[in-house]
């Protein structure tokens, strides 16, 4: 048995974004610790087929995410050409029945991605496996974009169809998870099991010994994230306790839904 993971969205992600936020970072950090335990696969473009992408290169593209510039950058764009030649380059990757496919990111928003593992499914009897991050877009609809909740309820009807596994982040994810799976395929079972994201984290630098204590909260600012209970709660401890006694709150993200 071996395991290959997708990584088809984030290098087409990484045309747009150059920095991993949110589910990216946990991809790439899962990827950066999987060596000898999974390999790297992805769609080449066009017909390509699936194909073994070098993890030498991935590892070039990672410390590069580390660097100063943008994703519009002229050497990161050189640098996402040459992983795309050396993808289209690369030996094609053949499964077996014995096999294991994992998506770790977001594939979903790539069109036809979930009909090419679907066929890869039919032709090598192959297992899929899937993490589940949330499914708030189907909680609490009223928080999302109207575009985020159509195309989120499609992704995860998909999902059902297609995962033999969910990989849930958390227990909560996993009964949100089996309780919508439920909903939409009640004679269906998904084996699920329960990632948690705790892994230690590494500091290079030092904080200065004079810095002002603050608690940092790293997030996009919309109602979904709710910065405002957060908020609440700094106010009951400055009322509490007084301003004094209590670090600064700093929020960190970018503009997000209203």
Same mark, same amino acid.
């Given at each position: 048995?071996?395991?290959?993971?997708?990584?088809?969205d984030?290098?087409?992600?990484?045309?747009h974004?150059?920095?991993?936020?949110?589910?990216?970072?946990?991809?790439?950090?899962?990827?950066?610790?999987?060596?000898?335990?999974?390999?790297?696969?992805?769609?080449?473009?066009?017909?390509?087929?699936?194909?073994?992408?070098?993890?030498?290169?991935?590892?070039?593209?990672?410390a590069?995410?580390?660097?100063?510039?943008?994703?519009?950058?002229?050497?990161?764009?050189?640098?996402?050409?040459?992983?795309?030649?050396?993808?289209?380059?690369?030996?094609?990757?053949?499964?077996?029945?014995?096999?294991?496919?994992?998506?770790?990111g977001?594939?979903?928003?790539?069109?036809?991605?979930a009909?090419?593992?679907?066929?890869?499914?039919?032709?090598?009897?192959?297992?899929?496996?899937?993490?589940?991050?949330?499914?708030?877009?189907?909680?609490?609809?009223?928080?999302?974009?109207?575009?985020?909740?159509?195309?989120?309820?499609?992704?995860?009807?998909?999902?059902?169809l297609?995962?033999?596994?969910?990989?849930?982040?958390? /227990?909560?994810?996993?009964?949100?998870?089996?309780?919508?799976?439920?909903?939409? %395929?009640?004679?269906?079972?998904?084996?699920?099991?329960?990632?948690?994201?705790?892994?230690?984290?590494?500091?290079?630098?030092?904080?200065?010994?004079?810095?002002?204590?603050?608690?940092?909260a790293?997030?996009?600012? /919309?109602?979904?994230?709710?910065? %405002?209970?957060? %908020?609440?709660?700094?106010?009951?401890?400055?009322?509490?306790?007084?301003?004094?006694?209590?670090?600064?709150?700093?929020?960190?993200?970018?503009?997000?839904?209203?």
């Amino acid at each position: 048995m071996s395991i290959a993971a997708d990584i088809t969205d984030l290098l087409a992600g990484f045309r747009h974004a150059r920095s991993p936020s949110g589910v990216t970072r946990v991809q790439t950090r899962l990827l950066a610790a999987g060596e000898g335990l999974f390999d790297l696969v992805a769609l080449a473009p066009g017909d390509g087929g699936w194909r073994c992408f070098p993890r030498a290169m991935l590892e070039r593209l990672l410390a590069a995410t580390l660097r100063p510039g943008g994703p519009k950058d002229l050497d990161w764009q050189a640098l996402l050409d040459e992983a795309e030649a050396a993808l289209a380059a690369a030996p094609a990757r053949e499964f077996t029945a014995a096999d294991w496919l994992l998506g770790a990111g977001t594939a979903w928003w790539l069109p036809g991605h979930a009909a090419r593992i679907m066929a890869l499914k039919d032709r090598s009897g192959l297992r899929y496996a899937s993490f589940v991050y949330d499914i708030l877009p189907l909680l609490v609809p009223e928080h999302c974009e109207e575009m985020l909740v159509r195309s989120f309820a499609q992704h995860f009807a998909t999902l059902c169809l297609l995962a033999d596994h969910a990989v849930c982040i958390s /227990e909560s994810v996993r009964a949100d998870f089996q309780a919508w799976q439920k909903k939409l %395929l009640p004679e269906l079972a998904i084996p699920a099991s329960v990632l948690r994201l705790d892994a230690g984290v590494r500091i290079d630098a030092q904080p200065a010994a004079t810095a002002e204590p603050f608690v940092l909260a790293v997030g996009t600012v /919309e109602s979904r994230k709710n910065q %405002l209970g957060l %908020l609440r709660a700094w106010l009951n401890l400055i009322r509490r306790h007084g301003e004094a006694a209590v670090p600064r709150l700093v929020l960190v993200g970018i503009h997000g839904f209203l």
